[in-house]
């Protein structure tokens, strides 16, 4: 299994930005699809976007809006999280996880390694 660690998150106000990022290590991170969630407090994880080398998918596009973006950098085998114009209701914990393979799933348990999270907070 690989190791990912999530860097980025932090206090922001709203209509800020905020990058978060998910560093592959122990793997070749082209192997892998790399999922970001995002879990609300007393609520069940929840998929917000995949990348893999082949293809990006999104699963909340309603409550992201086109605010949140995902991107990756192989040669620093990191994928990165943008999220634009944050809301209060954004305010969440941020995981990055890995499976094998390129395809994408919505599901946490299809996923076999996991990132620590990250804290997001939206407020003034």
């Known amino acids: 299994q690989v190791q990912l660690v999530e860097s980025g998150g932090g206090l922001v106000q709203p209509g800020g930005s905020l990058r978060l990022s998910c560093e592959v290590s122990?793997?070749?991170?082209?192997?892998?699809?790399v999922g970001w969630f995002r879990q609300f407090p007393g609520k069940e994880r929840e998929a917000v976007l995949c990348y893999s080398s082949t293809r990006t998918s999104a699963y909340v596009e309603d409550s992201i809006e086109g605010r949140f973006a995902i991107s990756g950098d192989y040669t620093r085998s990191t994928i990165f999280l943008q999220m634009y114009n944050l809301e209060a209701g954004d305010t969440a914990t941020y995981s990055c996880a890995a499976k094998p393979g390129t395809a994408c799933s919505g599901f946490a348990s299809a996923y076999e390694s996991w990132g620590q999270g990250t804290q997001v907070i939206v407020s003034s």
């Open positions: 122990g793997g070749n991170a082209r192997d892998y699809a």
